[in-house]
């Protein structure tokens, strides 16, 4: 079984910077979208970032010119870089990827990102 490991998470300044990173534990076949989810207390889980097999990225109105999604195919790794953090960015990150004509999905367990103001 697949498992995917956040990390990078932890407590910065508004304005700051961080970057975070998810590994998976082995690789994965047949990716269709990698993706980067957070979920604030008593919110909705929402969708942050994601990038295609072919490399296309979207992103989240809320982050668009300040956060940047990345991945290294040969260290199985997803990235997502984070700059000019607020403190709305605040939240539970988490990173999934959907495999296999999107019939596969796995979640990691989630990393904390809290910003301070």
């Known amino acids: 079984q697949v498992q995917l490991v956040e990390s990078g998470g932890g407590l910065v300044q508004a304005g700051g910077s961080l970057r975070l990173s998810c590994a998976a534990s082995?690789?994965?076949?047949?990716?269709?979208?990698m993706d980067w989810y957070r979920q604030a207390p008593g919110k909705q889980r929402e969708m942050v970032a994601l990038i295609t097999s072919g490399g296309t990225t979207n992103y989240a109105d809320s982050v668009k010119g300040r956060f940047t999604i990345s991945r290294d195919s040969a260290k199985n790794t997803l990235y997502l870089q984070m700059n000019s953090l607020k403190s709305e960015d605040t939240a539970v990150y988490y990173c999934r990827v959907l495999a296999m004509g999107w019939t596969k999905e796995y979640w990691g367990q989630g990393t904390q990102v809290t910003v301070s103001s």
């Open positions: 082995k690789t994965i076949f047949s990716i269709n979208s």
